[in-house]
Every structure is written in structure tokens, then in C-alpha cells.
């Protein structure tokens, strides 16, 4: 007989070959939700209400035009989060990660225009800029031991200026390239949506069903197949949905230009979730990225090579930080000085923390990113509806992120004082 954590005490004993009945299961997760460990909860709950709220307020919130801007508005900030997302699991932080992106665009904008360069190319510059970044702030950070506050502040002003010295001061770059363009102001075709939405679903199913039977091998408790059929049919009805409104024609004269499908942009971010996710959950480096969080001397003594591991979490934020930018200027089709600034940077730590991330290190997955990016994109979508100006925006995300922030430091003493943490 096995005693399984943070349980119930009433149901915590259970065999190695017997599986938790969904009851038990829910049981458990309320137990944890108690104790502190709310996970993406209040994300989730936000999300919901927010988005009743609006589409109360505003009916034509839930129309399938605005349906699909919500993705395309919240991209570039949901990427640059994900990337964040690695810094703050150490109790770190990057400042600087908007203008960084703003810097990756600039060079996509230069190599594309003035060089002449191919898109594939000018993408693999953006990119490498952002792994250079990377590399030099983990470095000051780690090696030198100036704290992180300070690299990315510095950096934070200093990127303004290298953006203007790539841009002649000032100059505004239109980007024509079609690729590019493509990628946050095209569609999948219909058919394409569809199978994209199979494929996830069919992967998710096949991951739960084979980490459970993983789990059984073992002789440790696996969750119950009704509840990983519930959760797989929770995403295919949400996912199936989604595809079919955005599927749905959004052109005013369709016979002039049809509308209708997936934006390029969902599955890039997909793969992005999938990718960072299996490195966190499922490879050494993200249990000594958690390690490293949870306590830096602990982590150092286990062998865990700290300084490595702060490098390569910076260099992940600022390559995640160009695909932001590459973002970002497919969306605007240019890039000008104020790319990646402005409110870039505080909507990406927000979507981050609200999503569910810890500022205090040690606690976070990459899918808080894209839950708080929701928000943050529902928020500023559906105020923008509303009629209201940025005061009113500002206010609002401010207090929802102050809101996430308590909420966070709150669970965190509920933890520490069941013995979680």
C-alpha cells in the first residue's frame, strides 16, 4: 500500500494497481488548490469572466472577425512571454526583452530591404541577434554577478538607441515580403485548420494515454481513463469550436477577397508550446531549471551547472523575443523605433505572471504564458470595443496583474505552510 502526496487523508491510500476514480482524482485537486497550489486557476477563471463580461457588454465581441483578432493582437506578446517565462522561473528577470525583439525586427527589416537578402535568411539574422543578446546578458548576469534588474535595464535603454542607429533614426521600414507577411496576416485553408485541430487532438490523446500506462508500468498511480477521456474531449469540443468560428467567413465582400481559416500565426505558436513544454517537463535541463529557481545553493551543490543553466534561460528569452519582433513586423508590415516598445514588455511580464508564473522563481509552465497572453489580448480587445482609451486599459491590466501578483504570494505562504514548499 502506497501513500500518495497531497492527498486527502481519507483517500490517500490507494494500491500501485489500482487507478483514482475521477471523484478521487477531484478530491485531490481541491486538496492542492487549498494548500496553495492553485496552478493556472485564477488565469482560467479570469479568462472565463472577462470574456462573458464583454460579450455581454459588447455582442459582437463573439463574432468570428473579432474572434480571430484576438489571436493575431496577443501573438507577439504571448511569444516574448513564453521566453520570459524561462528568466522568471529563475527569480530572475529581463527588461529589456521588448526592445530586444524591436532590435531582432530591425535587423529582419534592414537585411530584407537594404540587402536584399532571402526571408529565410533575414530570419535566421533575427534570430541569431537574439541568441548574441541572450548570450551577453546571461553572461553579465551569471559569470560577472551584476544582478539581472540592472543588466536588462541598461540594456532596456540602450537597445532604444540601437534601434534607431539600425533604422537611421527613425527611418520606418515597410516590409513587402510576402512570406513574412504571411505570417500573422494569412489563413490556413479550412481543410488545413481541420487537420491541424485532428492531429492535436490525436497527440494529446496518445501523450495522456501513454504517460498513464507509463505511470502503471511502473506500480506508481495513474490517472483514470474517464478522466483522461474527459480531459480529451474538453479540448476537442473547445479546439473543434475554435476552428469551426474561425473557419467561418469574416470578409465583408467575400467574392472580392475571402476571409476564413486558422491564422498562420496559431500553429507556429502551437509548435513553440509543445516544443518549450517537453523541454521543461521532459529533459534535465528543465528539472535544473526549476532546481535552480526552487534554491540557487541547493541547485549548486547537487552539481546542477548554475551559470550554464542562467545563460542558456536568457538566450531562450531573447531568441523567444526575435520571433516576437518577427511577429510583430509581420503584423504591422513595417518596423519603425517604437517596435517592441511602448507596452510590450509590461503586457509580456503580465501575461506571464497572470498566467500563472511565480516573480519569487521555481514555479511556472510556458502554457501560462499563452493563458495570460489570452487575457491580457481579451482585456485590451474588448475595451477597445468598448470604446474605452489606453487610461482605462492601462488601469485595468495594471490591477489584473497587481491582482495575479497577490494571488501568487498568497499561495505561495498557503504552500509553505502545508509543507509544499
Not at 515597410?174 to 513574412?180: A, E, G, Q, R
Not at 479546439?239 to 500565426?265: D, K
Not at 497577490?406 to 505562504?413: K, M
Amino acid at each position: 500500500m502506497n501513500k500518495v502526496k497531497d492527498l486527502p487523508a481519507d483517500d490517500a491510500i490507494v494500491t500501485a494497481t489500482q487507478s483514482p476514480s475521477i471523484a478521487h482524482s477531484s478530491r485531490a485537486y481541491v486538496e492542492r488548490v487549498r494548500q496553495g497550489d492553485i496552478g493556472a486557476l485564477p488565469a482560467v477563471l479570469g479568462l472565463l469572466v472577462l470574456c462573458v463580461v464583454f460579450a455581454i457588454l459588447r455582442p459582437n465581441f463573439v463574432s468570428a472577425g473579432n474572434f480571430a483578432n484576438l489571436f493575431t493582437q496577443g501573438a507577439a506578446v504571448t511569444v516574448i512571454a513564453m521566453g520570459l517565462v524561462f528568466v522568471l522561473l529563475l527569480g530572475e528577470i529581463d527588461l529589456s526583452a521588448g526592445f530586444a525583439s524591436g532590435v531582432c525586427a530591425a535587423v529582419l527589416a534592414v537585411t530584407l530591404t537594404q540587402f536584399g537578402l532571402p526571408w529565410y535568411v533575414c530570419v535566421l539574422a533575427a534570430m541569431v541577434t537574439g541568441v548574441v543578446i541572450g548570450l551577453l546578458l546571461g553572461t553579465l548576469v551569471a559569470k560577472v554577478g551584476v544582478p539581472s534588474f540592472v543588466v536588462t535595464l541598461a540594456a532596456f535603454l540602450g537597445f532604444q538607441g540601437l534601434v534607431l542607429v539600425l533604422l537611421k533614426e527613425g527611418t520606418n521600414i515597410s516590409i513587402t515580403d510576402p512570406v513574412i507577411k504571411a505570417i500573422e496576416n494569412n489563413n490556413l485553408p479550412p481543410t488545413l485548420g481541420w487537420a491541424l485541430f485532428a492531429l492535436c487532438v490525436a497527440a494529446y490523446a496518445a501523450v495522456q494515454i501513454v504517460r498513464a500506462r507509463k505511470r502503471a508500468a511502473r506500480g506508481l498511480v495513474a490517472e483514470p481513463l474517464t478522466l483522461i477521456a474527459a480531459r480529451v474531449g474538453a479540448l476537442a469540443v473547445i479546439a473543434g469550436a475554435s476552428v469551426y468560428v474561425l473557419n467561418l467567413e469574416r470578409s465583408r465582400n467575400p467574392l472580392f477577397a475571402s476571409l476564413s481559416g486558422v491564422p498562420i500565426v496559431v500553429p507556429i505558436i502551437l509548435v513553440l508550446l509543445v516544443v518549450w513544454t517537453f523541454v521543461l517537463r521532459r529533459t534535465a535541463f528543465g528539472r535544473h531549471v526549476y532546481a535552480v529557481g526552487g534554491n540557487v545553493e541547493a541547485a549548486r551543490r547537487a552539481g546542477i551547472p548554475v551559470d550554464r543553466i542562467k545563460i542558456s534561460a536568457f538566450v531562450i528569452c531573447s531568441g523567444m523575443a526575435a520571433i516576437g519582433g518577427i511577429i510583430a513586423a509581420s503584423k504591422a508590415a513595417s518596423v519603425d523605433p517604437n517596435t517592441g516598445g511602448s507596452t510590450v514588455l509590461l503586457y509580456a511580464v503580465g501575461a506571464a505572471v497572470i498566467g500563472g508564473t511565480s516573480l519569487f522563481g521555481g514555479k511556472g509552465r510556458v502554457l501560462d504564458a499563452v493563458l495570460g497572453g489570452a487575457v491580457v489580448a481579451v482585456i485590451e480587445n474588448g475595451m477597445g470595443l468598448m470604446g474605452l482609451g489606453s487610461s482605462a486599459k492601462y488601469l485595468v491590466t495594471g490591477g489584473v496583474l497587481l491582482l495575479a501578483a497577490g494571488v501568487d504570494a498568497i499561495s505561495r505562504r498557503r504552500a509553505s505552510a502545508a509543507g509544499l514548499r
